[in-house]
């Protein structure tokens, strides 16, 4: 079996309403060896919403829509899913008295727009709902399955735990599973990483997925089988062979930051850190676990901009110095230059001061982009991990 997810709700098009159902609702999927193919956003009209759930049918086994279940005249879900499958609705009274007891529960009367909420397409398996108002439904079709759920996150999570899932596994026998690994890596190019795993990319089982956010990488492994003992063998195999052509530049289940705080941890290290930035890359690249490592920290941005040998001075005085003002094991300095080319780009110097001596390192920067330093940061957190590992 194969699904689509359709959320529901103008809302989530405005950007207003973060759309967490989906997210939860494809790890789910995923816990049934069921795949995913596409999840898509519709606004509050039932000619959209038609026709989007007629599109999905004619791609997928399953289609699972969330929202536009409610007493509203926006609330056109119900209609819409009716339309699509050229059915018409039919009231349910059972469904009607659960609504007013649920009501006279809270001590009010139930406002008359509420019968809507009893009324689900012909045929439909209804999936009553003890946490809200808005039953949910299942209708099974010569084309595929559809299954409708009310909106409202914590409604939508009982009714697919308590009913949804049991029906997929018991009935419709979905007993697979799909797991998913991430590893990371960093200290490559998302293209020379893509270039070494391609042939891993275009497998259909096990699949390989990258990521990229500020010079990391996330690496996700699939895999579809019959057993979780299966899957993991599969994912075990593909990460092998990952490990292999990357080297050290995979770290593993590890972020960076974890990696370092880690290893700072394990040797016992101490760590002094030298600012030639106002925004502070080195100390916003760790994480809280490696800066209980952190011993002492001087901020000094240069008044005068620095070309890139006097940048490069500055960073290696200024690890020797926080290295030995706080008498460290590790003093880390970074020190963009301020002369910026006509393109964009400046360079951006480190060093790593330690008892053996002084390393040093450059790189060119597009000082334009919103995310130079934390780029600049994860390149600096990177070369410690080398040192520490090397240590």
Request: glycine letters at 8%; hydrophobic letters at 45%; aromatic letters at 4%.
């Amino acid at each position: 079996m194969n699904a689509e997810i359709l959320a529901v709700g103008s809302e989530l098009l405005l950007g207003e309403t973060v759309d967490t159902n989906s997210a939860y609702l494809a790890r789910q999927l995923a816990s049934i060896g069921i795949d995913l193919f596409r999840k898509s956003v519709v606004g509050d009209n039932e000619m959209r919403i038609a026709a989007a759930i007629d599109e999905a049918l004619n791609r997928a086994d399953l289609v699972i829509c969330t929202g536009g279940l409610g007493p509203t005249v926006d609330d056109v879900t119900r209609e819409a899913v009716a339309r699509a499958l050229q059915r018409p609705l039919v009231f349910h009274q059972h469904l009607l008295d659960q609504i007013e007891a649920r009501f006279r529960a809270f001590g009010r009367s139930m406002p008359e727009s509420n019968r809507r909420q009893a009324y689900v397409p012909e045929g439909a398996r209804i999936v009553e709902n003890p946490r809200g108002t808005a039953p949910a439904f299942i209708v099974e079709d010569a084309r595929g399955t559809v299954v409708v759920l009310p909106g409202v996150p914590s409604e939508m999570r009982y009714l697919w735990e308590n009913a949804i899932l049991p029906y997929l596994r018991d009935e419709r026998g979905e007993t697979g599973v799909i797991l998913v690994r991430t590893l990371h890596a960093v200290g490559l190019g998302e293209s020379v990483i893509g270039e070494r795993l391609a042939d891993l990319m275009v497998q259909t089982n096990p699949t390989l997925g990258i990521s990229a956010k500020r010079a990391q990488y996330e690496l996700r492994i699939g895999a579809k089988a019959s057993s979780r003992a299966a899957a993991e063998t599969m994912i075990a195999q593909v990460e092998a062979v990952i490990r292999e052509r990357l080297g050290s530049h995979l770290l593993g289940d590890e972020r960076l930051d974890q990696t370092v705080a880690r290893m700072l941890r394990e040797r016992g290290k101490t760590l002094a850190l030298y600012e030639g930035a106002v925004t502070a890359p080195l100390y916003r690249a760790l994480s809280k676990e490696a800066l209980e490592s952190v011993r002492g920290v001087i901020m000094h941005p240069t008044d005068i901009p620095a070309d890139d040998d006097a940048a490069q001075s500055l960073a290696r005085t200024g690890a020797v110095d926080v290295r030995h003002r706080w008498r460290t094991d590790i003093g880390l300095a970074l020190q963009p230059s301020g002369l910026i080319a006509s393109d964009g780009f400046a360079t951006v110097c480190m060093a790593i001061a330690h008892a053996s001596g002084v390393d040093e390192w450059q790189r060119r920067f597009d000082m334009r982009s919103d995310d130079v330093w934390d780029f600049a940061g994860t390149m600096a957190l990177d070369a410690l991990r080398q040192h520490l590992v090397s240590a």
